[in-house]
């Protein structure tokens, strides 16, 4: 199949006929479970199983040869072994769609990695689509098609569910039902031999049921089409990604999961944000976001205006908002005037309490005010259990303000239950309510945040000039390890180096050294010595009189040398660090931090993927909890930035450029209020 050419799902989502092989009549099997669900299909189904003429009311057949032909999608319940024979049954049978059901393949490694190469072999033989194997299976709620063996089904909505583990799955399929969201596709990925993320990222984009995609991974199969598709698909659908295995023990975890091999979780952080993939940490952020996402308007920026009865957990909820970076702007004159006139014993700022004695006609018309005050992007409104007001009256409140405004509402009702008539007023306005404020707060964020996915500018692609025939030849000349004397390279993509030279011998670095002034820096040329200063191969300050001796000493102390970089010495200036690692994943990243002990006792490092736009650089080196310092805070001179990001911009397409650069660090980067200059410079090539 053709990379870039997205696979024709419909017959898989949307079958007009079904069989199950590996049907059971027996209660308490899979294929017992997996039938009864697949039963309420509205089309024609099948069971295929060698011992019944009949399951469940509906036709059996003994073998997928039995089959009639008009079959769509084919549902694979049977051991291993079988599994295989099965989808071979059914590919020369004509069926070009099929869930394998069926464990013990790639997640048990052994033996299993075989067999999930055959089941690969085969589904491309026939050209099928085949979801899983060891998928929990598939549900179509429009098709009224529930084909996995979960207890329970899905309503029809319009959030798409893609998950990459069947027991997360069973768990949202169970939260859903309860809340009465609705999906309009249900679909476990399993083993993703065949079909993975991106297959089904592309047919949910094209349907028209569908608004909001979330979905659970614990890895990407192809990065770069990931990243690509998703750019695309976020322009008009929001995509909410939890993705599992970020930290070390977590990432094992998932590599004995189902065997997918977790990427680097900086890597993930930058292709989703490149993709405009809103990633979430819970799952309960996941299926809220989703939910808001599915139910409200975007906001058109950050701004909450909060009304409530109860001040403690307005105060909570401004909290939260601060830590998802919305804003809680004073209101308008007019809407303070007509607020202080209501509630003239309140304190009117942002949030507004209005007291605990406020009455429903006071609280409608302090929500109705603050959700049209033009300063406020989206409302969220807060009560606790209270005598004068009952949740269903505040719910009927929230219902008609979500009629009225083109403005996300949402709301925090602190109490252990709310009952049954205020939850089914929400529920029918699209109304979402939490217990704690700060989750409300999230969704909010949540809605914000895909704003600005949809604002963004399209990036701009256009490359730098450099000289790209002189890199070629000077990457393919050295290597594998490159060090100071390889600063020429970047010398090529036109970015300022200090000067300097390489000298094979004592009279040689005295004549270099004339050249660079009074002082000048020795740095030890070798391909063996990772870190020089520590092997005393580094010198700074060195006289014109002393470079004879300093580099006989220098050779001395480092055998392996093959000679000595004469560097001119540079006043100082604020260090950074700029480096490029290539993930398996995503391909090349481009790492921005403070450099010198800040980049190692902090951290204070950010991670983009190359090759970066203007625009993108400009987010990148301001992301980092240091800027202020490169901006000049306390009273020193700001570095000249337009230079810093025109040389990150540089180092980001020198990375795209040359796929054998597997990691390469500026480090440090000089930064001055009238220039940068790249000093030192290490590259591993593969
Ligand atoms: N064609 C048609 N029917 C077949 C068949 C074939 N090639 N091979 C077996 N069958 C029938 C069996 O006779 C049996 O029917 P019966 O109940 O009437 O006797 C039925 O299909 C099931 O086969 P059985 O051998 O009983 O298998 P099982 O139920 O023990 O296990 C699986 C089958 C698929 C459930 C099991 O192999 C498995 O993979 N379990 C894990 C599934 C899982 O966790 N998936 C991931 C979810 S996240």
């Known amino acids: 199949m053709c990379p870039n050419m997205?696979?024709?799902?419909t017959d898989l989502l949307y079958p007009r006929s079904v069989a199950v092989v590996g049907a059971s009549a027996t209660p308490g099997k899979i294929g017992h479970a997996l039938f009864s669900?697949?039963?309420?299909?509205?089309?024609?189904?099948?069971?295929?199983?060698?011992?019944?003429?009949?399951?469940?009311?509906?036709?059996?057949?003994?073998?997928?040869?039995?089959?009639?032909?008009?079959?769509?999608?084919?549902?694979?319940?049977v051991p291993p072994a079988d599994a295989l024979r099965a989808l071979d049954a059914c590919g020369r049978k004509g069926i070009r769609n099929a869930v394998v059901i069926t464990a013990g393949f790639k997640e048990r490694r052994g033996e299993g990695i075989e067999r999930e190469r055959e089941?690969?072999?085969?589904?491309?033989?026939?050209?099928?689509?085949?979801?899983?194997?060891?998928?929990?299976?598939?549900?179509?709620?429009?098709?009224?098609?529930?084909?996995?063996?979960?207890?329970?089904?899905?309503?029809?909505?319009?959030?798409?569910?893609?998950?990459?583990?069947?027991?997360?799955?069973?768990?949202?399929?169970?939260?859903?039902?309860?809340?009465?969201?609705?999906?309009?596709?249900?679909?476990?990925?399993?083993?993703?031999?065949?079909?993975a993320e991106n297959d089904l990222l592309a047919a949910l984009a094209r349907d028209p049921e569908t608004r909001v995609i979330a979905a659970y991974l614990e890895g990407v199969e192809d990065g770069p089409e990931f990243v690509r598709l998703a750019s695309e698909v976020t322009r008009d659908k929001p995509v909410l990604v939890l993705k599992a295995g970020t930290t070390e023990v977590g990432a094992r975890a998932a590599a004995s999961h189902t065997g997918a091999l977790a990427g680097s979780d900086r890597a993930y952080d930058a292709a989703f944000r490149r993709g405009g993939v809103l990633r979430v940490r819970t799952v309960e952020e996941l299926l809220e976001g989703a939910v808001a996402l599915s139910q409200q308007p975007l906001p058109r920026g950050r701004r909450v205006g909060i009304v409530s009865n109860a001040g403690g957990p307005a105060i909570l909820a401004a909290d939260a908002a601060a830590d998802e970076g919305l804003e809680l702007p004073p209101l308008s004159p007019g809407t303070v005037a007509s607020l202080v006139e209501r509630f003239p014993a309140a304190n009117i700022a942002n949030p507004v309490d209005i007291l605990a004695d406020a009455s429903a006609d006071q609280f409608q018309d302090a929500v109705e005010w603050v959700l049209a005050d033009p300063k406020v992007d989206m409302g969220l409104v807060l009560t606790a259990p209270h005598p004068v007001l009952t949740f269903a009256e505040l719910a009927r409140i929230l219902a008609a303000a979500h009629r009225r405004h083109a403005k996300p509402v949402v709301a925090s009702f602190l109490a252990g239950e709310i009952g049954d008539?205020?939850?089914?007023?929400?529920?029918?306005?699209?109304?979402?309510?939490?217990?704690?404020?700060?989750?409300?707060?999230?969704?909010?964020?949540?809605?914000?945040?895909y704003r600005e996915v949809q604002d963004r500018p399209p990036p701009d692609r256009s490359t730098v000039d450099a000289d790209r025939a002189q890199a070629r030849e000077l990457l393919g000349?050295?290597?594998?390890?490159?060090?100071?004397?390889?600063?020429?390279?970047?010398?090529?993509?036109?970015?300022p180096v200090a000067r300097g030279g390489v000298a094979r011998g004592p009279d040689e670095a005295e004549a270099l050294a004339q050249d660079l002034g009074e002082e000048v820096v020795l740095k030890v040329v070798s391909a063996e010595v990772v870190h020089k200063s520590d092997a005393g191969?580094?010198?700074?300050?060195?006289?014109?009189?002393?470079?004879?001796?300093?580099?006989?000493?220098?050779?001395?102390?480092?055998?392996?040398?093959?000679?000595?970089?004469?560097?001119?010495?540079?006043?100082?200036?604020?260090?950074?660090?700029?480096?490029?690692?290539?993930?398996?994943?995503?391909?090349?990243?481009?790492?921005?931090?403070?450099?010198?002990?800040?980049?190692?006792?902090?951290?204070?490092?950010?991670?983009?993927?190359?090759?970066?736009?203007?625009?993108?650089?400009?987010?990148?080196?301001?992301?980092?909890?240091?800027?202020?310092?490169?901006?000049?805070?306390r009273g020193r001179p700001s570095v000249h930035l337009p230079a810093l990001v025109e040389v990150v911009e540089r180092i980001s397409h020198l990375a795209a450029d040359f796929p054998q650069i597997q990691e390469l660090d500026v480090n440090p980067l000089l930064c001055y209020p009238d220039r940068v200059v790249a000093v030192d410079f290490r590259a591993t090539l593969g």
Not at 477 to 493: F, I, K, Q
């Open 421 to 449: 008539e205020a939850e089914k007023i929400l529920s029918a306005a699209g109304v979402s309510a939490y217990f704690e404020p700060a989750r409300a707060v999230r969704a909010l964020a949540t809605l914000a945040r």
């Open 37 to 77: 669900n697949v039963a309420g299909f509205t089309g024609p189904v099948y069971a295929v199983n060698p011992s019944h003429k009949q399951i469940l009311g509906r036709p059996c057949v003994p073998t997928v040869a039995d089959l009639p032909a008009d079959v769509d999608l084919a549902i694979i319940a």
């Open 477 to 495: 000349s050295r290597g594998p390890r490159l060090g100071v004397e390889s600063l020429d390279l970047l010398t090529a993509y036109g970015i």
């Open 119 to 195: 089941l690969v072999r085969i589904a491309s033989a026939h050209r099928m689509n085949v979801l899983g194997p060891n998928s929990f299976g598939l549900i179509s709620p429009r098709a009224r098609l529930n084909a996995t063996f979960a207890p329970r089904g899905a309503f029809a909505g319009t959030i798409a569910f893609i998950s990459q583990s069947g027991a997360l799955g069973s768990a949202v399929l169970n939260w859903a039902w309860q809340r009465e969201v609705g999906f309009s596709f249900f679909v476990s990925l399993g083993n993703k031999a065949v079909l």
């Open 6 to 9: 997205p696979r024709d799902l």
């Open 537 to 633: 191969g580094v010198r700074i300050g060195v006289p014109g009189s002393g470079v004879r001796d300093v580099y006989r000493e220098m050779v001395r102390a480092v055998p392996a040398a093959t000679g000595v970089y004469v560097q001119e010495l540079l006043p100082p200036g604020e260090e950074v660090i700029v480096g490029i690692v290539r993930d398996p994943t995503f391909g090349p990243l481009v790492m921005f931090g403070l450099g010198g002990v800040l980049v190692e006792v902090l951290e204070d490092v950010a991670f983009a993927l190359a090759p970066l736009s203007r625009g993108e650089v400009e987010e990148l080196v301001r992301s980092i909890r240091g800027f202020p310092l490169l901006e000049g805070a």
